[in-house]
């Protein structure tokens, strides 16, 4: 069964409005990692933002926010004034803490977000 | 900043060749890893190391195998290249207990195996 989903293989937004990519997670380890990476067209991966199973806030880093509902186990991403050079594929990604795999990454299919001028 | 460098950005290969990826981090990381990614499939873990000398098997292993003789470099090494192997290949390490053991990454190399 897929752990990690991402449901949406492309997504277009307009300059300076704000994006939200989905991702659902499906896991029985009650303490695990969310995080969500970029993929510019150069290749490379750059970490943005992590969520824990037990913080209590959603994680925030600069215009980057995680929407984490926990009891849906949804962890979407949210982009604020969306900037050209945001345009690039975004990867969900999670890791099970408890589980004998705990340092592995699983990651979802990935969201190509491509922002217009 | 943590360097994650690969030793190629794009290869060419015949089928059949055993073919020598490389990693090296500058971090003293303690866990390294290699996927391959393929679109619509994300990235799939094939080898782990957690230590020199150790590693793990990921989620598709055939037809690759590693070696971590030194804490700074990992290799995948493809015994006998075939065509199903054409992917970009990634490269990440990370240190247990910071940010959620957040993975670095490399740029990656474009393998094409004809």
């Known amino acids: 069964a897929q752990k990690i989903t991402q449901t949406q293989p492309g997504m277009f937004v307009q300059e300076k409005e704000a994006v939200t990519l989905d991702c659902t997670y499906d896991?029985?380890?009650?303490?695990?990692?969310l995080f969500w990476y970029k993929q510019p067209s150069s290749g490379e991966m750059i970490f943005l933002i992590y969520?824990?199973?037990?913080?209590?806030q959603n994680a925030t880093e600069g215009r980057y926010s995680l929407n984490f509902q926990k009891a849906r186990k949804s962890a979407n991403l949210v982009i604020s004034a969306s900037q050209l050079g945001d345009s690039a594929m975004y990867f969900c990604a999670m890791r099970e803490l408890s589980s004998g795999s705990a340092r592995q990454l699983t990651f979802g299919s990935g969201t190509q977000l491509t922002v217009l001028p | 900043d943590v360097k994650v460098t690969q030793s190629s950005r794009y290869l060419v290969k015949r089928t059949g060749e055993k073919v020598f990826l490389e990693c090296v981090q500058d971090m003293d990381h303690e866990n390294m890893f290699w996927y391959r990614q393929d679109p619509g499939l994300g990235l799939r873990l094939i080898y782990f190391?957690?230590?020199?000398?150790?590693?793990e098997k990921g989620d598709i292993p055939e037809g690759y195998s590693v070696s971590r003789e030194k804490k700074e470099r990992f290799s995948l090494i493809l015994e006998s290249a075939s065509t199903n192997q054409t992917s970009m290949y990634l490269c990440a390490s990370s240190l247990p207990g910071v940010r959620g053991n957040e993975q670095f990454f490399g740029p990656g190399t474009r393998l094409t195996v004809l």
């Open positions: 190391s957690y230590d020199v000398k150790m590693k």
């Open positions: 896991t029985s380890d009650p303490s695990y990692g």
């Open positions: 969520q824990g199973s037990y913080d209590q």
